[in-house]
């Protein structure tokens, strides 16, 4: 079955980076779009960087933008989320996914989705 797992998360002061990974298993990873979101504590989840199956459409949300960068190596099948200049506003569980379609992946409840990553910035 499709397994997505997260790594790389942990508490770090404002300013600093962190580098997530998500390792894929289970699917042809080199056909799926792949997405980060997070949720943050009494919130919705919410979308925060996508890129498409042969890297070459990357999306950003505007709170990341400029801040956070995406990348996937399709040989390793993983994707890496580099987020730099960190607030306290990003602390949340990060979570990544998967899906056929990039259209779709932004908004479709029908990712393959991993268990997730806590991030914690303190101020």
């Known amino acids: 079955q499709v397994q997505l797992v997260e790594s790389g998360g942990g508490l770090v002061q404002a300013g600093g980076s962190l580098t997530l990974a998500c390792a894929a298993s289970?699917?042809?990873?080199?056909?799926?779009?792949m997405g980060w979101f997070r949720q943050a504590l009494g919130k919705e989840r919410e979308f925060v960087a996508s890129?498409?199956?042969?890297?070459?459409?990357?999306d950003y949300a505007d709170s990341v933008k400029g801040r956070f960068a995406l990348s996937r190596d399709n040989a390793r099948k993983i994707v890496e989320l580099r987020m730099n200049n960190l607030k306290p506003g990003d602390t949340a569980v990060y979570y990544c996914?998967?899906?056929?379609?990039?259209?779709?992946?932004?908004?479709?409840?029908?990712?393959?989705w991993g268990q997730g990553t806590q991030v914690t910035v303190s101020s």
């Open positions: 996914a998967a899906n056929l379609y990039y259209s779709f992946i932004q908004t479709s409840p029908h990712n393959y």
């Open positions: 289970g699917l042809t990873f080199g056909d799926y779009a």
């Open positions: 890129i498409s199956d042969r890297g070459g459409v990357i």
